[in-house]
């Protein structure tokens, strides 16, 4: 149980995915994959009428994600960046300043860019540790800890303070860590998002996002944009999300686990040149994160000699596997720089899977060693 006294994150996961206990009832419920729905005569009577505005299976995965992340209400998107983006479309306007990370996901400041900028938004960009300082001049700030890819960490208690002084929005996206390692609503944040697709979902074959939060304003504007734009989850996609969310809190154990294992491993290793990972006691993030996050991820980054390196290890590997996406039960090898990341050619982010720890291990040694 957790310090509530409630049941534990993953107890509370397996109990979502299930249904309610009748007799006769399927212990997993079915899927709805409804477009349209029976009306009522009483046209106030508040029942699902179209497929784009409600879903039984979305309303499940919804209050469950709800539940983790320590909100009242959740809101499933057909992807992560459907959710950062209907959000931000809602909370900036020509004359605000937004406020992204400079460290993170790079197709949030592409989107920015792109999208937001030509609309009269100014467009700040700060790394983690300048989050704080950075947001004294924005209207809506964006966050996201640990930074994917380079895993520093934003003080989130801090820069909430500082966006509730100002009366600005704090979104934090919470991807890298999911609600079993951090609850940013509980340290300030007004909005959660987030990438479903990786750690929750598990299995590296769903697109799924949500957005999350306790401010029913909010929560209603991002509910009707996403009406309007049309950026719904799927009722099998749903479902499939609700399915992997039973045995989510186990694989990320067994992930944060493995990423620890390999972390001491290789910081020691003579042709790794640099790793980081909140959990290391001798990281840099590491005091704040442990004061911020419940587990510390399944996520490291490495810095070998150059391309070459980080393909070497990937082609001389058994279990490792080339993908960009994280979160999933395989061990997975990513090159950042191929993707536009401010980072050195040899720089890769590990996304450990839930392999046993000695096998993934011995197989990271080997690579290594040639």
């Known amino acids: ?58 309303r499940q995965l919804e209050s469950a994600l709800a539940d983790l992340e320590g909100a009242t209400a959740a809101l499933a998107f057909g992807s992560g960046m459907a959710a950062i983006t209907s959000t931000l479309r809602v909370l900036v306007g020509p004359g605000t300043t ?52 380079t895993l520093d960490v934003v003080d989130l208690h801090r820069l909430a303070t500082v966006c509730r002084r100002r009366s600005a929005v704090l979104v934090v996206d919470n991807t890298t860590p999911t609600p079993f390692g951090q609850r940013p609503l509980s340290l300030g944040a007004d909005l959660v998002v987030a990438s479903a697709t990786k ?31 049309g950026a719904i989850l799927g009722p099998l996609e749903a479902w499939l999300a609700l399915r992997s969310l039973g045995s989510a809190g186990l694989r990320f154990e067994r992930q944060c686990q493995n990423a620890m294992a390999a972390a001491l491993m290789l910081r020691a290793h003579p042709a790794v040149r640099s790793v980081r990972y909140p959990g290391l006691p001798d990281d840099p993030a590491h005091d704040l994160a442990a004061a911020q996050m419940r587990r510390f991820g399944g996520l490291l980054s490495i810095e070998l000699a150059d391309a070459a390196a980080v393909h070497a290890l990937v082609e001389r590997s058994a279990l490792l596997v080339a ?35 000695d096998d993934v291990l011995t197989d990271i040694e080997r690579a290594l060693a040639g």
């Open 1 to 58: 149980m957790d310090v509530d006294g409630q049941y534990g994150d993953s107890t509370r996961s397996v109990r979502a995915a299930g249904s309610a206990a009748e007799p006769g009832a399927p212990v997993t419920p079915p899927p709805v994959p409804a477009a349209a729905y029976h009306l009522s005569s009483d046209e106030d009577a508040g029942l699902d009428t179209y497929g784009r505005a409600s879903n039984p299976t979305w």
């Open 199 to 229: 750690a929750l979902s598990g299995h590296s074959d769903l697109l799924a996002g949500y957005v999350a939060g306790s401010r029913g304003d909010l929560m209603a504007a991002v509910e009707r944009e996403r009406l309007l734009s």
């Open 98 to 149: 937004l406020l992204v990370p400079a460290d993170g996901y790079y197709q949030v400041r592409r989107y920015a860019a792109e999208r937001l900028a030509p609309l009269g938004v100014t467009i700040v960009e700060a790394e983690a540790h300048d989050m704080c300082a950075a947001a004294e001049t924005a209207d809506v700030v964006m966050a996201e800890s640990p930074v994917n890819p």
């Open 323 to 357: 993908a960009t996406s994280f979160g999933g039960i395989h061990t997975s090898v990513d090159r950042r720089a191929r993707w536009g990341d401010p980072v050195s050619p040899g720089f890769a982010r590990l996304s450990m899977g839930i392999e046993d720890t």
